[in-house]
């Protein structure tokens, strides 16, 4: 069935069910001219937006349409998580175009709940036009955090150590994969592609990084390279990571040698890992728990300005920034 | 200058000053991964978005920039009002083709800085990224309402009035007349071309309405008669329309005539007008104040179902929905 057949109003019929998970301080929710909710009472709200681009951020080709949903609302998380918070409240805008089936508009929605569901994420509300050029997804993510939990990419200090959670560059690695013919193939391929097409954020690590004492954070979307200038730029330091520390998956080694790809490069430069990179003081960081999530130190903080890697033979070269940039 | 110009990271340094107009409960704006602020004591949040998609919600050649960032901001806070609250922060999204000049970006973020500035709603937080099929801008408006001051859709009661502010239809007939040639020779055309291009929400109204008794409101996006029978759906009422008391301005009477239209068909089936129609117990409405917002009583409710129009000859006849839907 066509989205003309349904129309609008048929169409927010067929998604609203099972968008509350936790009622406890929705007031309103799809169906009105705006949601409403509770604020939690001596918490700091969060608010946080992504727009998903077909063609720029993801191919339907490559993605199924619950894949696709997971991963709009994980995207949104993440940058809850980074900040020590936690998700309470999502609205969805959603520019489809007219000859999409209303089957596949319907799983991009399941793939929303699971995530959601998962995490106890409300939906609350959203909108939902027609876009003749292209699917469009617009997330927004409210959240809570108290405010002693609360960490920004600004409080970063000389002598910390730069940590990540998990390891790095299985997403790039994962989208390069996909458009290799017979990926499928390789049982080392699937949690790459995984890691790329629904993404796990670090919902539980978030809000228990101020508390054990972290100075800053940040959720690598754009490659460690450029998340580590994002947080040395916000907290007027330089930062040094060293390139044999790096967390690689055995997955992406095997992987980048079948493709000829360098597999630091994938978690340099590649993207949309989702695990967070922080600053904490040592001792701190030998209190943080062993496990379930693996945290590495990769580096350290010092006063300056950049990123200095320094590579296997100790030689140090200025760490680029690149990553993915829009209109570039 | 091109986009590609100036990247990414380029277009937020320019786009970020000047986005916050009252900091005082804002704790982290534009720069980090999700914005913070002090959610208002004692209050609910409410919480909107919409997304505008070129060629469907505006065409480039009929708005300037600056009138189309303006109006992306209007249509949200006009859902902040007709929740009977107050905005307070936003988050912009926007999908930029490439090819956009840098100037004409800069200039719509100025038109939201406009209307921003002028309700005191601060921009603090957003997402920039590239759209090849064309512009797309989705905002969210956070705001905020005491319980008492909420109004939903649902709670029209048999024997209140209906209720709209301002004049309906200028704005669809303003639309209609920017495709006209030569619209521009027209006095009367101006103020509807206005209306259309930058509408002004009605947001002085509505966070007084339940004070004054009113039981139910919703903003006019899609047309009277679409919201009508939203409010008599959500409500599980029907509504009388009258149709010589609906508001009109002269400008739409001298501009549909010029046009060969019915000017009651822009006012009932037009939409965009982003007035608030609203129900209250008519002693209650003979308290509204006299000015400087219009409030013309322009039906009642009954029991039952659906939406009745009352002609001049006193017929009544089934008010369809129709209006605006995406995707038929």
Redesign the interface.
Known sequence: MK??E????G?IDLIKHNAIVDPADV??GI???????????G???????????????FDLAKTTAWQLGYKAVAVNL???A??G?QPR?A?V????P?HLEVDDVVELYNGMKEICREFRVNI???????????L?I?I?V??A?EPEK?L???GARPGDLVVVTGTLGDSACGLDLLFRQGWEEFGFAWPLVSAHLTPRPQMAVGPTLAAFGATS???ISDGLASEAHELAR?SGVSLRLYADKIPLSAEVVQAAAMLGKKPLDYALFGGEDYQLVFTIGAEDFDRLPNGPVLFTAVGEVLGGQGVLLVDAADASTELEPRGY????
């Open positions: 989205l003309k349904v129309g609008e109003f169409l007031v309103v169906g009105d001219d705006a949601a409403v909710y509770v604020p939690a009472v918490r700091y709200e969060l608010l946080t937006t992504d727009m998903l681009v077909e063609n720029v951020h993440s940058d809850i980074a900040m918070g409240h609205v805008s959603i520019g489809l007219p609350i509300g959203g909108d939902t036009v027609s876009s003749p050029g292209g469009v617009n927004g409210v959240g955090v609360l920004r990419r600004s954070a940040d959720d916000a940039n829009h209109f570039r």
